[in-house]
């Protein structure tokens, strides 16, 4: 069987379209990229082509005859930079522009090269908010231990995720605790000897993170700090006065009902002339 010269398998191996894939690139809105061009050692680019090419087609930019273009109608138009070594750079990053882009380069031999990679853009992470509830017992003394469930919330921000910090200069482990929905609830039970111990609820994405802390020994007292009311005074005040305004309501309503007819019988009474009046005096033992 006769063999083929090297010389014609180098041929048929260069003229073959060369692809890569599945690279990922993460980013935030507000920021920018820059999706690099990459390509084997060797590979002299005589043109090269950007393109959005998911969730619509679009041209982005182009390398010919060593003149740089990036002036095309895109929703990257005046948002777009494709630098010397081919890279193109995309900001400021809005919320759509999430997708998948490719970059066509073609060597001084007419050999092909196309890269393909996948932009992921994030919002910012914002400050979450932590709320502590308390379950005590006892009425004249603080207690010596205090059940807290922590709660923290962010906005609704896609892959988000929450995790809880033990803040203390001394690590003695987490306490014993439990995780509800998904790390948002936090429950630990805490004693006089962790007064000054804090907690920090942090939210996270692929780009951004923050937190928020808190020191829930503060709120496991029954009386509340000088301005301020515990959920339980609240509920003293609250419920009694309710109770008092819904009596008054019923009583003014059962009252003034049979009143009010008896008002209008004594108006008309009075309406009526002394010569009815007299007979009705003269009667009376």
């Not at 092909?112 to 853009?121: D, F």
């Not at 993170?209 to 709120?219: E, G, I, M, Q």
Request: some cysteine; overall charge negative; hydrophobic content about 40%.
């Amino acid at each position: 069987m006769a063999m083929r010269p090297l010389w014609s398998l180098l041929l048929w191996e260069a003229l073959l379209p060369i692809t890569v894939t599945g690279a990922q690139v993460l980013s935030k809105v507000g920021g920018s990229v820059l999706l690099v061009a990459a390509r084997p050692l060797g590979f002299q680019v005589r043109e090269a082509i950007w393109r959005s090419v998911w969730p619509s087609e679009e041209l982005l930019a182009t390398f010919f005859r060593g003149s740089l273009e990036t002036l095309y109608h895109s929703r990257f138009l005046g948002r777009a930079q494709l630098h010397s070594n081919l890279s193109l750079e995309l900001g400021p990053l809005e919320s759509g522009d999430s997708g998948n882009f490719s970059v066509l380069m073609v060597d001084t031999r007419g050999q092909t090269w196309t890269q393909t990679l996948q932009l992921k853009v994030y919002d910012a992470v914002p400050r979450p908010v932590v709320q502590v509830f308390i379950a005590v017992g006892g009425d004249a003394q603080p207690p010596k231990t205090c059940q807290v469930f922590l709660s923290c919330w962010a906005p609704n921000i896609s892959e988000i995720t929450y995790s809880w910090r033990r803040e203390t200069t001394m690590d003695f482990g987490m306490e014993p605790h439990s995780l509800f929905t998904d790390g948002q609830l936090l429950s630990v039970s805490l004693g006089p000897e962790d007064r000054g111990v804090a907690y920090s609820c942090i939210v996270s994405n692929p780009v951004s993170w923050d937190l928020a802390t808190v020191t829930p020994w503060d709120s496991c007292h029954h009386e509340a700090a000088p301005g301020k009311a515990s959920y339980k005074d609240v509920l003293l005040v609250a419920v009694p006065v309710s109770l008092l305004l819904m009596l008054v309501t019923l009583f003014s309503a059962w009252h003034w009902g049979p009143c009010s007819g008896k008002k209008k019988k004594d108006v008309r009474a009075d309406r009526v002339g002394p010569e009815t009046e007299n007979p009705l005096v003269q009667d009376l033992p």
